[in-house]
């Protein structure tokens, strides 16, 4: 776990006006081409961050999503960019704002960790190392 901890850190280092915590990207079953990766975003600066996409090596395409309402159901839909304001925290989670991985290349497997970038508008660039995990085990 400190290890974890030691590579997000030293990751971090260019780009803290954005801190990136507690990352993880959803276990999938191996017949599943899409993913998710949710976290938490904190701007520690007076300015407002946006993330306009991300970047990742897992699947074909990487895309920024957000669940919305569409005729009485939830549907997820891309969007182009997540906002986090001055001084505020921004969560990344299920039924809400993702990461979304599409044409999975490989299998995600609880255990292992995945490189994942978010691309600022400034042109920033925050990279993240994150976990693969079940969100069933994780439900309460
Ligand atoms: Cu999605």
Redesign the pocket.
Do not use: K
């Given at each position: 776990m400190k290890f974890i901890i030691l590579i997000l850190v030293s990751y971090n280092i260019f780009a803290q006006n954005l801190i990136v915590s507690k990352p993880y990207i959803r276990e999938v079953p191996p017949t599943s081409k899409?993913s998710?990766a949710f976290m938490k975003l904190k701007n520690t600066t007076d300015k407002s961050i946006i993330i306009i996409g991300a970047k990742s090596d897992i699947s074909k395409a990487v895309?920024l999503?957000n669940h919305t309402l569409v005729n009485g159901m939830m549907k997820?839909?891309?969007i182009k960019e997540i906002l986090v304001p001055p001084k505020s925290i921004v969560e990344l989670k299920p039924k809400s704002l993702?990461v979304?991985f599409i044409g999975l290349k490989d299998e995600l497997r609880e255990g292992n960790s995945h490189k994942l970038s978010l691309i600022q508008k400034n042109g920033n660039e925050v990279k993240i190392i994150a976990p693969v995990k079940s969100i069933k085990r994780h439900r309460h």
């Open positions: 899409n998710a895309e999503h997820m839909r891309q993702h979304m």
